[in-house]
Nanobody, 118 residues
Framework: QVQLVESGGGLVQPGGSLRLSCAASGFTLLTFSLFDMSWYRQAPGKERELVASITRAGGSTNYADSVKGRFTISRDNAKNTVYLQMNSLKPEDTAVYLC????????WGKGTLVTVSS
């Protein structure tokens, strides 16, 4: 059973930076490098939205318009980890950030809370 654990969230002032990590484990016949990985976020009272995604080999990335130029997704297949570097954070970035692994079916982490406030 694939398990995803997010970390790195916290309270940050507007304009600040955070780096989120998502560590994957529980692989048996499959390996982390086969999964497309994504970061989603869900703010209170709002629907979950895709923030960024990266293909299995890391050759292609995709970002929501609201985070382009500020967030960077990356992965380290040797460490079974995907990252989200978040710069120039805004109050509207406040949300629970969740990691998703996709390969035929989706696996989700429980999320890490990011609060952007002065």
């Amino acid at each position: 059973q694939v398990q995803l654990v997010e970390s790195g969230g916290g309270l940050v002032q507007p304009g600040g930076s955070l780096r989120l990590s998502c560590a994957a484990s529980g692989f048996t016949l499959l390996t982390f490098s086969l999964f497309d990985m994504s970061w989603y976020r869900q703010a209170p009272g709002k629907e979950r939205e895709l923030v960024a995604s990266i293909t299995r080999a890391g050759g292609s990335t995709n970002y929501a318009d609201s985070v382009k130029g500020r967030f960077t997704i990356s992965r380290d297949n040797a460490k079974n980890t995907v990252y989200l570097q978040m710069n120039s954070l805004k109050p509207e970035d406040t949300a629970v950030y969740l990691c998703k692994a996709a390969l035929g079916m989706d696996y989700w982490g429980k999320g890490t809370l990011v609060t952007v406030s002065s």
